[in-house]
């Protein structure tokens, strides 16, 4: 153990980037990442190979162990002469995606895991696209092969059909996701796509079972039948996966399928493969599998099948040489910045980049630090990737700034090889490796360097929609600052996860998801603080208003509103719809508008802006019927837009005032300079809005897509008493015209992804629509015969979902959940039976229950604003005995 | 058997039954409602008469299951429809609080002090609000109890000096602006001073003083008082903001 912590230390300090390789590995939930790591681990003896795939040493957290899912991304550096490995063990939950981003910033190599069963998922798609985008190598793993023929029993040709079918899959994603890409900088497609595609010849798939721990790629075989039937390797390989076969005079020939053939990979690697399974796993044969063994040259020790088995596959076809064989072919830490996508998406023309490309270790340091470790003490220890240069204890580097020379030094007070779930302490560190450093100030996403002149490195790591929020304090009060305290650490731990202090003073967690928040704060308990109080999930909602094509033109003309308070101020507007294309635009040019607002933004990408939102305007919002917007002529939506006040506040930006008052020429916001003059008390009013925008009078949620068109506007300015009040005014004017409209909720929505056995479909369904989940797609995997159904659902239904679903499914079905997109519920929160036949079809309470209007109630219930409650729901049913009767 | 004597009963009658009484013109006029529904009508939750009424029908004595007679409601009322009669001894007429309304008004008004707390105070070191949740938490830590008789208001105020010992909070000052013309302004200063608990700019223009600073709120009137005594209508009293916090959400992460 010793030599090898030695020969690990001179390796991170010596070795050429050429031999470095960042790799890391990536696949939707329980593929089999942790199980895959562990066989390569255990090829540097850090665990029995006996263990490997089950012990899961990457998970070394608790709750990971009892949960079987990885929860954080953790590192290994693995060292197999020639090559140094970094290895990089990623979760595969939707909730830690933000993990997986750090993780793929951190490598330059994907080694992305399929389970040969389930095929592609959600997130393997998902997983491809970041790739991609990235432009790091991808190695397809093919994982859990065993399955095919212990649990399916599927023949050689089946297993070879699926395989073939499933690689098709994956090649077609891969497709999908360059068509998107390359139209955006207009690349040669096919060229891209021969790059990236999979093809089991080409050395870049690799056939395995963790489980097991055993891999082949092609070649592995090849090498064997070449010796074998005595062909040359060299010919073999390009057709040992694809439609060919071979006579009895050993010549390969095509269209194997047509002649109904045996392909060359299912003679060749299948059928043996197939008949060890077999003999270890189904039959149980210790002699016959000794036999074979003797056959390969292997001596077997176990005196069980099963052991046997897999003693067997493990010499005969180790996992760890099979993937550090197709990971030697991948770019090394240098070559891999070479590529043209990956250090452009990564630092866009940035001076540091003749540096990284050169990646040389009598450099300039530059340090990438990606991701903080929790650790005991006050120190703080990240991990990060040394890009050129090299890292020395005790060196004092600088904290580059975004622009000009840095002010900030630190100074690395430790580095340390990472080793899963221990670290070896080490000096110093070459260029192109990852290892951990500890010193006094460390901030995510920063960039270290011994030359301060330069700019930091731009790698943002985009973080999902956080959507599920709580409230949360202590049952202690004196426990409050350090909870304060204590959030602030794990904000700084994990980039997911936001801090807030809402409007109240409450302190709010903002996390990705259920199971991130159950991990969140099983990070606080371990960290001493136990009894805390954690609200019921908050989400957000958002308010708006439609058109009620019902309406008629004199009615919309009713919809205006007035405030007068005295003589001294006289408000007169009405609230518009501004329809979903206007949201949608607004909503995409999000910073563009604060940019406006504070005054910064760019001239001519404001006037490209006004350009684009008045075509959008003129086309759409004339056509929304029941609407003041009907059939409106365009040169009154042209000035309308022109003379646009305001846009809304921070939060609530898809809001628009317009100012429709004649005389009143306020200066532009588009172009400050022109003519125009600013009213007094003119930040009343804009104040008024967006007090207005930030809480809507359905529940105090903030709106989106509404228009307050301002028609006259008349004030005292000698009344001292009116300046006070106008603000409050504006607001209350604003919610009373909204309220002459039709009001809805808007709720964010989940995509919802199950997986599922046929038999338990049904109970699937009854959970979905109990759920409020709209279904859109039912899909057979013909391989696995489980059901994929796909469903939208709101987010607020969302809670303990799965656990339900696991419940009454027997545990056969199992769900994702990922945030789709904002929809208006289509449900009048305020509606009540009104006509004798809406009475006799819904009764008198309103049978059937109002979605909208319960949503609404608990926002409002939580907030402490009035409900329209019962003390009691019906007078006859009161119990009326003494309670204990 | 002898009127006087009652078998005893197991039945207890009249369970489900509030009596909502009103006297007029000397006589006693009683309706019979369900429970726990007189005062969700009173403030328009419950909209349908049936839910509240037992029956459409005025009593002199529910109990008893007397009803009152024609002419004694025409006579205090006017009118003879006896559900509009019922309609204003509901709206009118003095009502037994049943136990759930009861449990919901305390609770309400429980809520309420703490909320007017949380308004009312700020965190001294932060500036920001105190959540009333926390506020929640610490009266019931100090044992507090509503006294039904007195204002949300009252009771908060008071309630404020007491929590001061187990929480760190403070009374949300006021921002204000004064202005003393020439005259007046170096007699009424050194008084000015000693109510502001925090100046935050004391200038001398031209021998006239303009004064911004944070007060208390409770020493708002008083400030008022001799600003309009001393200077006879001549000084300026401007509020700059009812409460000096901080905002808003903050992310602080």
């Known amino acids: 153990m010793e030599s090898l912590e030695q020969s690990l230390r001179e390796a991170v300090a010596s070795k050429p980037a050429e031999h470095i390789r960042n790799v890391c590995l990536v696949a939707h939930v329980d593929h089999g990442k942790t199980s895959f790591a562990d066989s390569l681990v255990s090829a540097n003896a850090v665990i029995s190979s006996r263990m490997a795939g089950k012990l899961r040493y990457m998970d070394s957290r608790e709750d990971e162990q009892t949960r079987g899912i990885t929860m954080k991304s953790s590192g290994i550096t693995l060292l197999c002469d020639p090559l140094l490995i970094n290895l990089i063990d990623s979760p595969g939950h939707v909730d830690f995606s933000g993990e997986v981003t750090s993780a793929l910033i951190l490598s330059d190599i994907a080694l992305l895991l399929v389970d040969v069963i389930e095929g592609v998922c959600s997130q393997t798609e998902a997983l491809i696209r970041q790739v991609i985008r990235n432009g790091q190598a991808m190695i397809l793993l093919i994982n859990k092969i065993d399955r095919l023929r212990v649990e399916l029993k599927m023949s050689a040709s089946e297993a070879y059909q699926h395989m073939a079918r499933l690689i098709e899959g994956v090649n077609s994603c891969i497709s999908q996701v360059l068509g998107g890409l390359v139209l955006e900088d207009e690349g040669d497609i096919e060229e891209v796509e021969t790059r990236y595609h999979f093809d089991p010849c080409k050395g870049n798939v690799i056939f395995s079972s963790a489980l097991h721990s055993f891999a082949f790629g092609c070649e592995d075989f090849a090498g064997l039948a070449a010796t074998k039937l005595k062909i040359d390797k060299g010919q073999l390989i390009p057709s040992m996966f694809g439609d060919y076969w071979m006579d009895s005079s050993m010549n390969i020939r095509d269209n194997a399928s047509a002649k109904s053939k045996a392909t060359i990979f299912e003679r060749l690697v299948l059928e043996p493969l197939w008949k060890l399974h077999d003999l270890g796993l189904i039959d149980s044969d210790v002699g016959k599998l000794q036999e074979a063994a003797s056959k390969l040259k292997i001596t077997l020790k176990s005196r069980r099948a099963n052991e046997a088995f897999d003693e067997l596959m493990r010499s005969w076809l180790p996992l760890p040489k099979a993937a550090f064989r197709a990971v030697a072919r991948a770019p090394s830490a240098r070559a891999t910045f070479q590529t043209k996508h990956r250090l452009e998406h990564l630092t866009k023309g940035h001076p540091l980049k003749e540096l990284v490309l050169k990646c040389d270790p009598l450099g300039i340091t530059v340090v990438f630090v990606v991701k903080l470790l929790p650790v005991e003490g006050g120190r703080r220890r990240a991990i990060c990737r040394v890009l050129s240069g090299m890292v020395r204890k005790g060196d004092e580097l600088w904290v580059l700034q975004q622009q000009g020379t840095s002010t900030e030094s630190t100074k690395i007070e430790g580095i340390s090889i990472l080793r899963g779930r221990d670290s070896i302490p080490t000096d110093t560190v070459t260029s192109g490796m990852i290892c951990a450093i500890d010193a006094e100030t460390l901030l995510q996403n920063t960039t270290l360097s011994s030359d301060p002149t330069y700019g930091c490195l731009r790698i943002g790591s985009q973080t999902g929609e956080a959507l599920v929020r709580v409230s949360i304090s202590t049952q202690q009060l004196d426990d409050m600052d350090e909870l304060r305290e204590k959030l602030k650490l794990l904000a700084l731990l994990d980039t997911s996860l936001k801090i807030m202090e809402l409007e109240n003073g409450e302190l709010a967690m903002i996390t990705a998801g259920e199971v991130h928040l159950q991990k969140c704060i099983k990070d606080l308990n371990d960290l001493g603080l136990v009894d805390l109080d954690v609200s019921e999930p908050i989400v957000p909602f958002m308010e708006t208003v439609i058109e009620d094509p019902a309406l008629a033109a004199p009615q919309i003309l009713e919809q205006e509103t007035e405030c007068r308070i005295r003589e001294a101020l006289l408000i007169r507007m009405r609230v518009v719809p501004l329809g979903e294309e206007v949201v949608k635009f607004l909503d995409a040019n999000g910073s563009l508008i604060s940019s406006i607002r504070r005054g910064e933004a760019d001239t001519q990408e404001m006037a490209d802006f006004e350009k684009k939102l008045t075509v959008i305007c003129v086309e759409t919002l004339p056509t929304l019927k029941g609407t003041w917007w009907y059939r409106k002529p365009k040169e009154l939506i042209e000035s309308m837009i022109e003379r646009i006040w305001t846009f809304g506040p921070e939060r609530a930006r898809s809001n628009l005032l317009f100012n429709s008052i004649d005389g009143y020429d306020r200066e532009l916001i588009w172009r400050r300079t022109e003519y125009g003059s600013v009213r007094r008390f003119d930040q009343a009013i804009v104040g008024g809005f967006e007090l207005f925008c930030n809480s809507g009078p359905l529940c105090n949620e903030q709106m989106n897509g509404v228009g307050v068109v301002m028609e006259e506007w008349r004030v005292d300015e000698e009344d001292a008493a009116i300046a006070g009040q106008m603000m409050s005014a504006m607001r209350a004017t604003c919610s009373a015209a909204t309220k002459k409209l039709a009001l809805r909720l808007v709720a964010a929505m989940y995509k919802c992804t199950v997986t599922t056995a046929s038999q338990a479909l049904g109970k699937v369904h009854a959970v979905l629509s109990q759920r409020k989940a709209k279904v859109i797609s039912e899909d057979i995997n013909e391989a696995t015969n489980l059901f994929e159904v796909v469903s939208l659902m709101p987010v607020v239904e969302s809670f303990s979902f799965c656990d339900q679903l696991r419940k009454y499914t027997s545990g056969m079905a199992s769900a994702q959940l990922q945030f789709s997109h904002w929809q208006v519920i289509d449900e009048d929160p305020y509606w009540t039976p009104s006509t004798i036949e809406e009475i006799e079809e819904f009764g008198l309470k309103g049978d059937s229950p109002n979605h909208a209007r319960g949503y609404m109630d608990t926002v409002r219930r939580r907030k402490g604003l009035p409900t329209e409650d019962l003390i009691v729901e019906s007078a006859e049913k009161q119990r009326n005995l003494k309670k204990n009767k | ?253």
């Open chain 2, 1 to 253: 058997m002898s009127k006087n004597i009652k078998t005893p009963t197991n039945q207890k009658v009249l369970t489900n039954v509030a009596v909502v009484r009103m006297k007029k013109t000397g006589k006693r006029f009683e309706i019979a409602c369900y429970k726990n529904k007189v005062v969700n009508w009173r403030n328009r939750t419950e909209k349908d008469i049936d839910e509240v009424l037992q029956t459409h029908t005025v009593f002199s004595n529910v109990s008893k299951g007397q009803l009152s007679k024609k002419e004694e409601l025409i006579a205090a009322f006017g009118i003879e429809d006896q559900l509009e009669i019922c309609k204003i001894i509901l709206e009118k007429g003095d009502l037994q609080v049943s136990e759930k309304e009861r449990q919901a008004a305390s609770d309400q008004s429980l809520k309420e002090v703490s909320q007017l707390i949380a308004s009312m105070v700020v965190n001294p070191e932060t500036k920001r609000p105190v959540p009333p949740s926390v506020i929640d938490k610490a009266l019931q830590e100090m044992h507090f109890s509503l006294k039904p008789n007195r204002s949300s208001k009252q009771q908060a105020l008071e309630a404020i000096p007491k929590l001061r010992e187990s929480l760190k909070i403070e009374r949300a000052k006021m921002r204000i602006r004064v202005a003393i013309p020439t005259k007046e302004a170096k007699v009424i200063h050194p008084k000015l001073k000693t109510l502001f608990s925090d100046v935050e700019q004391d200038d001398w223009q031209d021998g006239s003083l303009e004064l911004v600073g944070l007060i208390e709120p409770g020493s708002f009137r008083s400030l008022d008082d001799l600003i309009r005594n001393e200077t006879k209508g001549s000084g300026r009293l401007e509020i700059l903001s009812l409460k000096d916090v901080v905002e808003g959400e903050v992310q602080i992460s």
